[in-house]
T-cell receptor, first 115, second 113 residues
Framework: EAGVTQSPTHLIKTRGQQATLRCSPI?????VYWYQQALGLGLQFLLW???????NRGNFPPRFSGRQFPNYSSELNVNALELEDSALYLC??????????????FGQGTRLTVV | KNQVEQSPQSLIILEGKNCTLQ??????????LRWYKQDTGRGPVSLTI?????NTKSNGRYTATLDADTKQSSLHITASQLSDSASYIC????????????FGRGTSLIVHP
């Protein structure tokens, strides 16, 4: 069974551009979470999608947005890129989000570099 | 505010030795606590998950403990191997509201031959 897949693996953008990151959850999982992990820092929660709707978002500006498609895959869009957006962006998926006891499985991440 | 604090920030040990990583949290109400292992540049992989009623859980050479009264957890690694070199992240999920997990910053473990 395929795990959580993210694309691209690496992405290099210039300041002010837009970046689109993609995530395919494990088959059967309806929840997708996005996290930012800047160098030397812990994971920071970005967005949570479930059943196609945004359920919660972390403390990030509106230029971080996303969506979840009917097949539960998800996109993370970052507009007006800033140098500080350079980080590893991780996607995780889980099944029964409302119990809180189900495991979230992580993808390998997209390394975004803004120059 | 929900917080998860891990210590030490980094740890260097010799291959074959044991080590213990600490996690203190203030997340409330508590649902579960997970330990993840994250290799450099990769996604985290779950090692253990514990709920309120569990105070110890093992996964091979990894043993996690939980003291829900003092809100502390530890991850003990036995007979360390070079492949144990990674970041170990403690994650606590609250049962109130939307079950968003709170991540610690991780302990960076380096195992030397």
């Amino acid at each position: 069974e395929a795990g959580v897949t993210q694309s691209p693996t690496h992405l290099i953008k210039t300041r002010g551009q837009q970046a689109t990151l993609r995530c395919s959850p494990i088959s059967g999982h309806t929840s997708v979470y996005w996290y930012q992990q800047a160098l030397g820092l812990g994971l920071q929660f970005l967005l949570w999608y479930d059943e196609g709707e945004e359920r919660n978002r972390g403390n990030f500006p509106p230029r971080f947005s996303g969506r979840q498609f009917p097949n539960y895959s998800s996109e993370l869009n970052v507009n007006a890129l800033e140098l500080e957006d350079s980080a590893l962006y991780l996607c995780a998926s889980s099944s029964q989000h409302n119990t809180g006891n189900t495991e979230a499985f992580f993808g390998q991440g997209t390394r975004l570099t803004v120059v | 505010k929900n917080q998860v604090e891990q210590s030490p920030q980094s740890l260097i040990i010799l291959e074959g030795k044991n080590c213990t990583l600490q996690c203190n949290y203030t997340v409330s109400p508590f649902s579960n606590l997970r330990w993840y292992k994250q290799d450099t540049g990769r996604g985290p992989v779950s090692l253990t998950i514990m709920t309120f009623s569990e105070n110890t859980k093992s996964n091979g050479r990894y043993t996690a403990t939980l003291d829900a009264d003092t809100k502390q957890s530890s991850l003990h690694i036995t007979a360390s191997q070079l492949s144990d070199s990674a970041s170990y992240i403690c994650v606590v999920t609250s049962s109130g509201g939307s079950y968003i997990p709170t991540f610690g910053r991780g302990t960076s473990l380096i195992v030397h031959p």
